[in-house]
């Protein structure tokens, strides 16, 4: 939400041309040689504050014939181009309007009506930019390159006049002084539990040459409601030359960046190589330390620029910018997704549709810990004028739905970007030069209004450790979606605490194994609902060893009521025990089924042995074989929660849940 213009695609007419292109309409020999004057000044002289063209001086030249010759309607459309060059656009509408009064239909009237256009847009001019695009839409000699944009310009002026009446609720607040200085901060990015914050700052360095600046991450943690004072990132991360654009895995272990060569094209840091002038970088945290980055492996980073990049809450799919400058040395930038392989390293990117991808600039790309919503900024889609930011949806075939645009006052006039929504989907993060921070760019958040939230995502957190010792263990957990099968979260718990955290969005039935070498498989399963204020699902992971004599709970393994014929989400589980199995082929076990005490005694005892033996079953057709497995039914028999406990229990609902605790399938080792 800087404040810096832009403006559609403009082909500039007088800037550079031979005069004996054009019969001028002036007589005035002294008002044409200073027209002519203007026309090579941005080529032929150096301006001295930007050392670039010289478009001031082009400007000087350009008004002083105008002073000569009032009507000399070309060196208005002269002056005009100039001041776009400088983005002066109040100055240049000026112009051309003054071409426009002077000579409604001189023979480039009609793409001056598009010009005018596409600035008063730029400036929030809606009424006058509607007006003029209308006029040059109508106009028989309008140029057909310009069609498609114009059409935008008319689309996005009637958006913006709408949008204006309807606003959003949208009352931004600075996040505080543990976060925000005086210099510029931007590019926030949040652990899924909402407790810490990465972000770019950009700091004087007297040590970089040429620009004595430079981009480093600082970290701030949440205590309470407050942000503490923020921190730099290790020196190995953290180096002369820019780091941007940072995306923090959900757990906080893991940090995806940009990071650029200096102008003689070499990178700082161990290890920090790259294959174009900017690349994606990675470095992963164990225990308290950070690895050196290294360039991300596999097909992501080309010989163009790679940046921006948004990692998904399972860490199993990147978003990222990819800029690409064409023949005509035109640079563009799109939104690209690339997939992470078995063998860590990740796949060549892919464009996102067209209908996400325009020919204008794409850029700030945003994944939300939902995994199916999709925030970015883009310059050509229809909006305010400018960046505006997007909000894009992927369906349940993975199609990706049109984009909208978030609307009256989040969007304005200037460019915005760098947008970041927190797990639960309610809150808002950006950077803003806005009156009231503490300087330059300061981030900001906002309740993001009901309509342009995603899905509530709670963080699913806890510790695995040894069921004896209490010992931490970094167990390797997966969670599956019960209903779809599909595998939502891979990840490994931290190798010095045996902590992890994970985002999962609400509402859904999840399974859960978690293994580790030398223990039995845990499995569990659970159904993810929110209550208010709910923010986090906890759950503590024992493991086994495997010299245990301790059952061993299937906790996916499903039956129908007072069937025994196994659902198909078993399958899910009993897969992977199978795959446990044959990875260690001198385990011998007996399967074990249990009951809860409600019904008949004779007939528990057979329903729980004939649904051990329909997992015995399942086993031996998978591959296992039938004598390393023996199976037996306990009934009711062995319940984990005596009738007694659960007669205790203040509710219906935890009376069931303790009786479902007793109904269960098991397995233990056969010495």
Known sequence: MSKIYFVAILTFLFIGCAQSQFPYSSKDKKAVKLFEKAQKAPR????????????????????KAIEEDPTFWEAHLLA????????????????????????????????????????QLALGRYDDALRNIQIFLHNRDANENFLSDAQKI???????????????????????????????????????????????????????????????????????????????????VNTLNNEGAPTIAADGKTLIFVGCSDESGSYYGENRTGKGSCDLFITRKIGTKWTNPINLPGE???????????????????????GIRNKSGKQNADIYVSNLREDGTWG??????????????????????????????????????????????????????????????????????????????????????????????????FDLPQELRPVTTLYFDGLVFDSKTKKALPGFFELTDLNSGETVIISEADKIDGSFVVPLPIEK???????????????????????????????????????????????????????????????????????????????????????????????????????????????????????????KGYGSTQPIISDEEIAKKSTQQEKEAAHQKNRRTVYKIIP
Do not use: C
């Open 348 to 445: 060549p990117g892919q464009r996102l549709p067209n209908i996400i991808n325009t020919l204008a600039m794409e850029e700030s790309v945003h994944i939300h810990p939902d995994g199916r919503t999709l925030y970015f900024a883009s310059r050509g889609h229809v909006g305010m004028g400018g960046s505006d930011l997007y909000v894009t949806r992927m369906d349940e075939n993975g199609n990706w739905s049109e984009p909208e645009n978030l609307g009256y006052p989040i969007n304005t006039i200037y460019d915005e970007n760098s947008l970041m929504v927190n797990a639960t989907g309610d809150i808002a993060y950006f950077a803003s030069d806005r009156d009231g921070g503490f300087g330059n760019l300061d981030i900001y958040y």
């Open 509 to 631: 039935d999840y399974a859960i194994q978690v293994t580790y070498p030398g223990y039995f498989p845990y499995s569990l399963n659970f159904n993810l609902k929110v209550t208010e204020g709910q923010k986090s699902f906890h759950i503590d992971i024992p493991l086994n060893p495997e010299t245990s004599s301790d059952e061993n709970v299937l906790a996916n393994v499903f039956f129908d009521l007072n069937k025994s014929t196994l659902r198909p989400e078993s399958k899910v589980e009993l897969n992977k025990f199978a795959n446990y199995l044959k990875s260690n082929p001198k385990i011998i076990i007996e399967l074990g089924g249990h009951t809860d005490s409600r019904g008949n005694k004779e007939d528990n005892l057979k329903l729980s042995s004939d649904r051990a033996k329909s997992v015995y079953d399942y086993l031996v057709s998978v591959g296992i074989q039938a004598t390393r497995i023996t199976f």
């Open 154 to 236: 008319q689309e996005s002026a009637i958006f913006a006049k709408n949008a204006l009446k309807n606003p959003k609720s949208f009352e931004p607040k600075n996040i505080g002084p543990g976060v925000n200085t005086a210099l510029p901060e931007y590019f926030p990015t949040l652990t899924v539990d909402g407790k810490t914050m990465l972000f770019t700052r950009r700091i004087p360095d007297s040590r970089v040459k040429h620009y004595g600046e430079q981009e480093d991450f600082y970290v701030s943690n949440k205590s309470k409601d407050k942000w503490d004072e923020a921190f730099s990132m290790p020196m190995n």
């Open 80 to 119: 005009a181009e100039l001041y776009e060059r400088i983005l002066k656009y109040k100055e240049a509408i000026s112009h051309y309007e003054a071409a426009l009064r002077i000579n409604p239909n001189h023979s480039m009237s009609g793409n001056t009506y598009y010009y005018v256009a596409a600035l």
């Open 44 to 63: 032929e002289s150096v301006d001295p504050e930007t050392q670039g063209p010289n478009f001031k001086e082009g400007i000087t030249l350009a008004e």
């Open 300 to 322: 992501v980073n080309t010989s163009n620029w790679e940046t921006q990049p948004s990692l998904s809450a399972d860490g199993k799919t990147l978003y990222f910018i990819r």
